[in-house]
């Protein structure tokens, strides 16, 4: 339980980093807050040849507003400033919302939401709350500097759309519109645990109340987060009722996923899960979007 | 082999300067390297919660994180927390008058995950307690005494702040 030997690299800058990384794709890995990483190291899951801490990088760290209210944040940002940041509360209540389901107290002190992100653990809540949040990454190489939306940088099981050389720098999220809800639900073994089913959710509606927009990305389902498209599909274009929720949570669960069978829950439970959850995001969705008339 | 890294760190107030090899886990070099053994290790990754200390004033997995990482920052063990067995801090004094421990493996864990706890909640509900030592795992308590000794220490450092506030 004690990581193989590696080297250790500090960068004095992002270029500096790049570059290194750039040369070593293959053998370095980040270290950011470490809080997925070292547990796989002391595994020897993981065994890297290089480590590259780049818990300097002061550039990756920080938190602000675009010109069109959206947010900007470094890939550094740790998940007790998200969690406490009054302007993410106040411009991405989801994430907000979404923070204290992670880990626990001592691991959102440490942990990195670019970590996080590019990690890409299935149950994690980031990855999904991105989704749902129509969020854009941008991630540079020495090379080349590129955005990828949320929807594509998720392609597998612990799998991102990084290249080698490339790393995860900057998160966007685009501002709320104005007649929007937003919901987050899981359900863990035990608080803290990573979701057995955990589901984001974002409702737009239009001036007459109109659903313009749902977003019903679930975690804990599939290789990723999960788009629920049919339920969504479902619901766009109509006046939401109670019903209509009712039946998209069930389209949600029956159509949309094929949840995994393993020693925590089999498939039909986590099938039971998210048509629960589902229709409790939708529900809360709803409820808070409608306040905004 | 990979190389020596210099790092300093100050330790419950003491700066230490020591050669590390990158890969020694922080937790161990506080039990092997200062011979601070007041913070246990368990998991080794980062679910038990015994290993916890305060890293820069915040609780954090000291199992998960690199000694080396540690190079310029702060950190906090139980050592720190008293002197000697006559004047422990309230919050070790309320653990012992309410039996909130029998083999005691995994009280450094609670103790320091609840001091920055109580310092942001001094009067906390019954709720929050539970979340916030839901990170650290003990199989003995069954948490009920855990519970009843944060109430106690919050009172008792209540009454100690209004005392020097007099």
Redesign the interface.
Known sequence: MKPAPFEYVVPKNLNDCLNFLYQHSETAKILAGGQSLIPTMNFRMAQPEYLIDINNLNELSFIRTDKTGGLQMGALIRHHQVENDPLIAQKAPLLHEVMPWIGHVQIRSRGTIGGSLVHADPAAELPSAMVALNARFKVKSKKKERWIPAEQFFVGLFATALEPGEMLVEIAIPAMPLHSGYSFQEYSRRKGDFALVGVACMLVLDKNKVCEQARLVYMGVGEGPVLAAQACQSLVGKTLTPDLLQQAAKIASQNDLTPPNDMHASSAYRRHLAEVLGHQSLSQSLERAEKSF | ???L?PISVTVNGVLYQKEV???L?LS?FLRHTLGLTGTHVGC???VC?VC?IL?DD????S????A??ANGHKIMTVEGLSNDMEHLHPLQEAFSEKHALQCGFCTPGFLM?LIP?LKENPDPTEEQIR??I??NLCRCTGYQNIIEAVKLAASKLQASKATVAN
């Open positions: 082999m990979s190389n890294f090899e990158p890969r886990l161990d080794e990754h980062g919660g916890t890293f915040k609780p954090a997995r199992c998960i994180m690199f080396v990482q995950t706890f979340e916030a839901s990170g």
